[in-house]
């Protein structure tokens, strides 16, 4: 059965500070990493998506990178910003189903 | 603008109480899922739509069911609410064609939360 882990759980950062988010995954047989934002009470937002064959992504300030041999994947964010402040999300597809297995998160807080 | 819409964004309903939750799509896409958030853990696929066939995670109680009359729309249908069934509920969408399934990227509504009184 796969298993998502994310460290830390809890993250506060100051302004400026660049940051990175961890996560492991127990069956390195995906297809694919999404990396989720989470504001409270709200939806997911998908921030980037590495398919397996890949090694990494960026988008803006966020570049995510995939090591599936390890079973590991991180979430680098530079220049953090107030704004960035939420609980980051990332989820693994894997085996004949179309499901995601998602880690519980990292509650990331950004101070002035 | 809102591609996945989930409404409502907050449902209160009494123990036992039958309770349907919204979702509508205009992205067209083929597949639709529902997740369960409770508090401070991971989202948890409790089924989805490939097209017209209907898939069942083996640990979602039969107290959950859903329905799709259309692509646009599917429907969660909790028949009887306990007080463990609070939680966030979140539609998904994504684009799948066959062995390409597990690709795509999956598109979330802002979700519902649900209480239950």
Redo the contacts between chains.
Sequence with gaps: KQE?TQIPAALSVPEGENLVLNCSFTDSAI??L?W?RQDP??????LL?I?SSQREQTSGRLNASLDKSSGRSTLYIAASQPGDSATY?CAV????????T????TRLQVTL | DAM?I?NPRYQVTQFGKPVTLSCSQTLNHN?M?WYQQKS??????LF?Y?DKDF?N?ADTPDNFQSRRPNTSFCFLDIRSPGLGDAA?Y?C?T?R?QGAG???N???????T?LSVL
């Design positions: 998502v297809y694919n999404q989720f009470g709200k939806g997911l937002t998908s998506l398919q999300l597809t894997a085996g004949t189903a179309s499901k995601l998602f880690g519980t998160g | 996945v989930q597949v899922y401070s853990q991971a989202p948890k696929l989805h490939y898939n995670e966030m979140l998904a994504s799948a399934m597990s690709k990227i999956q598109y979330f509504g802002a979700g939360r």
